[in-house]
């Protein structure tokens, strides 16, 4: 079938004086112009060899959303419905989760009204369309430089968690959805190629090439920015690995010893965060690039871009698994969430079911040597030295900057129980030389 249409169904608008009420007035109506979409698919060649109804690699790609879909609001609700998730560290996770959900509500969207229903669509009505799914996973990519940038700042400062915290986590969950929404509307505020078809994208007909480079020199930054800090994190948990082991003794060397493991284990995390996100963004990146100097009609590869706008979206089905699903605490409360009956004891604790990612252990000294790996090194060294102190009245050792940068001796601590939020419990961490004592908890560390 030929995939034109017939224009005599679309009604054009009569020109109107170019005076600056109307000039105004035309650039109105030319939004809710249908026959402009018309006009820039048959252009760029997109309204060749169409097929009528859904493709069957839309139909894949509507199950994986839907799956996107589920996944997150899974993890949502668990982070939603226990008080222990509710900690500035928590914050940009459930913010990365919120926008790759939406990321997969808007792209099943996208789909739906693509193919045909796109010639049915006014010019606003297909910005809405294509900038509802770039907004969403242009937050999704900035929420993990925001992750990145909290990462690196706590591993350099080594301070714990305090008010200032929270609101540092605010405003990159704000900065994050206010570079994200202003890069979506640029087009429909008028960076865009209406009535000038030569300077059109064929991806996206009614881009510019401009507009699509910038948005791709953006995305690129921002993904150099995440291997650069992440570089940094892993060579500041090496370099202070490597310096904490020369300098302290005991027992404390001793666990310390055991840290010299955690940068490796840091690093495959690394790996596997950088690995995943250019695995399933570069293709797109370098399709887009190609757009951009490709003349209108000559790349054939550009029309298979669903394809890799696909592969893209993989990376927010991806992202839970990554970022939460490889916290034991995490693991423990979506399972109690979906299925508390079959997957967990009357103690809480889970069923053994020959299954590593699924046997959650939860022993204090599990937890402390969890916390380097969510970047709260502090909490972690402070839990070794509680060790050491404990078997002896006074010890030799310095707090040095992984506890709070307190160059003091110390002497005789005091220990006791502390109530804390919930049904949680710490230890009070007291001692005449500190101005503050510690708190050392199971998913907390901070000074009262």
Known sequence: MDA???????TSIPPLPTSTPHRNLLFFLEYLNNSVIVDHYNYTGKLKNRCEGLKPESIVFLVVCLFIVLENAVVLIAI?????????MYYLLGNLTLSDLLAGITYMANIVMSGPNSLKLTPLL?????????????????????IAIERHVTMVTMRPYHGAKKGRMLALIGASWALSGFLGILPILGWNCMHRLEQCSTVLPLYTKSYILFCVSVFIAVLLAIVVLYIRVFRIVRNNTQRQRLTFTGSVRKGLARKSQKYIALLKTVTIVLGVFIACWMPLFILLLLDFVCPTGSCRVLYKVDYFLGVAIVNSLLNPIIYTLTSKDMRRAILRLLCRPCLMTS??????LGIPFLECSFSKSEVASQNLAHCDGGADLAY????????SDTSPLRENS????????LPRFSLD????RGQSTGLLLTSHDWKRPWILSDNQTGLS
């Open 80 to 88: 939603w419905k226990n008080k222990k998730f509710h900690l500035p």
């Open 384 to 391: 070794l030295l509680l060790q050491q102190t404990s078997e």
């Open 417 to 420: 129980p502390l109530p804390l």
């Open 402 to 409: 992984w506890a709070g940068k307190l160059e003091a001796p």
């Open 4 to 10: 034109t249409p017939d224009t005599g169904f679309f």
């Open 347 to 352: 103690d809480g604790q889970v069923k053994k």
């Open 126 to 146: 297909w910005f809405i369309r294509e900038g509802g799914v770039f907004i969403t996973l242009a937050a999704s990519v900035i929420s993990l430089l925001a």
